[in-house]
Nanobody, 125 residues
């Protein structure tokens, strides 16, 4: 059973940076596509960024392209999201999710087999 635990959220000022981490236990980390989503109250979960199981391809939502960087350290069983130039609209709970290869870049929540509990990111102006 795959378990995911996010960390690194917090309060940051506009223009600041945060790095989120997502640690996986229970299965072989390198066999999954991995994705970051975010959600604000009253809204649907939103795709942020994805990296395929090999780490060779990444995908980003237009709203974060050029500011966020997704990466994975397979030897550490950890997924990262480096967030720079943060804006108030980036405020959300951020979730990491795992999917079988080929399914983890759809951005469709139903395609993912495991989710973390979420970490709050608040960008203050």
């Amino acid at each position: 059973q795959v378990q995911l635990v996010e960390s690194g959220g917090g309060l940051v000022q506009v223009g600041g940076s945060l790095r989120l981490a997502c640690a996986m236990t229970g299965r072989t980390f390198s066999t999954y596509d991995l994705t970051w989503f975010r959600q604000t109250p009253g809204k649907e979960r939103e795709f942020v960024a994805a990296v395929i199981w090999t780490g060779s391809r990444t995908y980003y939502a237009d709203s974060v392209k050029g500011r966020f960087t997704i990466s994975r350290a397979n030897a550490e069983n950890t997924l990262y999201l480096q967030m720079n130039s943060l804006k108030p609209e980036d405020t959300a709970v951020y979730y990491c999710a795992a999917a079988w290869p080929g399914r983890g870049t759809t951005g469709e929540p139903s395609d993912y087999i495991a989710w973390g509990q979420g970490t709050q990111v608040t960008v203050s102006s």
